[in-house]
């Protein structure tokens, strides 16, 4: 059986879009726009078509991220990966709604978005055991990877590619070039 923490869960009200717990107060995603939606559909087809065998992908899937020493709260990826090892063992609601972090996460700007949040967000995921973070940035047109080690942008005429998961390469003109046609 999985591990449930302990501690007692921070908890939101759950609506459409989603809410998330972020810098101590409850706030609800954006409802996507045209960009956010390509971007996330663009994404969500290139990690699923590398994750084949390796574990599920999902769009707005609400984990229950617990970072060390803090209680456990709502955050929902507008993509993440989680890996066939670390949902060993779930079951039910608890792989419906995971207290385990996924492997991989991507957030998806909004015009909307605040600086401080998303940073908030970053720096929960990595603390929480999130592999890599991906940011991506639909007017800057670049896509930031974070992990432990520190973090790098991609841009135009690059190709984002990891060691951490290998074999995964996204061309960034290509993800790009969807918001074109």
């Known amino acids: 059986m999985a591990h449930v923490p302990e501690l007692d869960e921070i908890t939101v009200p759950e609506t459409e879009p989603e809410t998330e717990w972020i810098l ?19 994404l969500a087809a290139e990690l699923r078509a590398w994750a084949r065998g390796r ?10 991220i617990t970072p060390p020493g803090e209680r456990p709260r709502p955050l929902v990826p507008d993509v993440a990966f989680l890996s066939n090892e670390r949902k060993a063992g779930l079951s039910g609601e608890l792989l419906e709604v995971p207290f385990v ?20 967000k970053r720096e929960i995921y990595l603390a ?7 940011t991506v940035d639909p007017e800057a047109r670049t896509v930031q990877a974070d992990d432990t080690r520190g973090h ?16 995964l390469i996204v061309d960034i003109d290509r993800l790009f070039s969807e918001l074109d046609e």
Do not use: Y
């Not at 101590?24 to 663009?42: D, F, I, M, N, Y």
């Open 128 to 134: 929480a055991g999130v592999r890599l973070v991906l």
């Open 24 to 42: 101590g107060e409850a706030v609800q995603k954006v409802s996507p726009r045209r960009t956010h939606a390509v971007l996330q559909g663009a």
């Open 55 to 64: 574990g599920s992908v999902g769009t707005e899937w609400r984990f229950r």
């Open 101 to 120: 972090a996924p492997d991989l996460v991507i957030e998806i700007l909004s015009p909307g978005d605040r600086a401080d949040r998303v940073e908030s």
């Open 152 to 167: 790098t942008t991609f841009g135009r005429g690059e190709a984002f590619s990891s060691e951490t998961f290998p074999g």
